[in-house]
């Protein structure tokens, strides 16, 4: 069975600061991938940010980036240089490849609250 | 941008109804989904489907049904309400399971 942790109570950074947030997964298949969201208060989830299980470099998007560990299975969320903007509460995911190996599903973690102080 | 709309913001219900959310996307994805979302529990899948008049029980499928006529509309169906399924409920959809989900901005149903 498949798990994701997200362990960290609610999470505070100062303006212009960079923050890691922690995820942990669970998995006996191979082939995996995990996603990171951003949720803010307004309710829709945005996407931030991909790693496959078998890319060799680790994932970068801007300001975002994923400090992927394989052997620990570790995915952590690093932003660079906070804002305001960035307070918002962020998911990790993974995807699970189907029996049929043609489809997947997403298994998300409980979310870590960040705030964002000026 | 791929938009996925879904058919309420905010829904108030009451128990035993037959209550039905909609859920468009206009990307010609493949696969679509239906998650709930409560505190503390983070978001849990109930249906998905990845075709046309296809659909797969997600993790808490119980108490809820989906339907998907046309590759576009994915509607979530609660048969009979209860108080037990208030949430905020999201829609997603994907073109391949290697790509992001992209999702709605969410139905806050209340059922009284």
């Known amino acids: 069975a498949q798990k994701i942790t997200q362990t960290q109570p609610g999470m505070f950074v100062q303006e212009k600061e960079a923050v890691t947030l922690d995820c942990t997964y669970d998995t006996s298949d191979p082939s995996y991938g995990l996603f990171w969201y951003k949720q803010p208060s307004s309710g829709e989830m945005i996407f931030l940010i991909y790693q496959g299980s078998y890319d060799q470099q680790n994932a970068t998007e801007g300001r975002y980036s994923l400090n992927f560990q394989k052997a620990r299975k570790s995915a952590n969320l690093v932003i660079s240089a906070s804002q305001l903007g960035d307070s918002a509460m962020y998911f990790c995911?993974?995807?699970?490849?189907?029996?049929?190996?043609?489809?997947?599903?997403?298994?998300f973690g409980k979310g870590i609250t960040l705030s964002v102080r000026p | 941008d791929v938009k996925v709309t879904q058919s309420s913001r905010y829904l108030v219900k009451r128990t035993g109804e037959k209550v039905f959310l909609e859920c468009v996307q206009d990307m010609d994805h493949e696969n679509m989904f239906w998650y709930r979302q409560d505190p503390g529990l983070g978001l849990r899948l109930i249906y998905f489907s990845y075709d046309v008049k296809m659909k797969e029980k997600g993790d808490i499928p119980e108490g809820y049904s989906v339907s998907r006529e046309k590759k576009e509309r994915f509607s979530l169906i609660l048969e009979s309400a209860s108080t037990n399924q208030t949430s905020m409920y999201l829609c997603?959809?994907?073109?391949?399971?290697?790509?992001?989900?992209?999702f709605g901005d969410g139905t806050r149903l209340s059922i009284l």
């Open positions: 997603a959809s994907s073109p391949n399971y290697n790509q992001p989900q992209h």
């Open positions: 995911a993974m995807r699970e490849v189907l029996y049929s190996g043609a489809n997947s599903k997403l298994t």
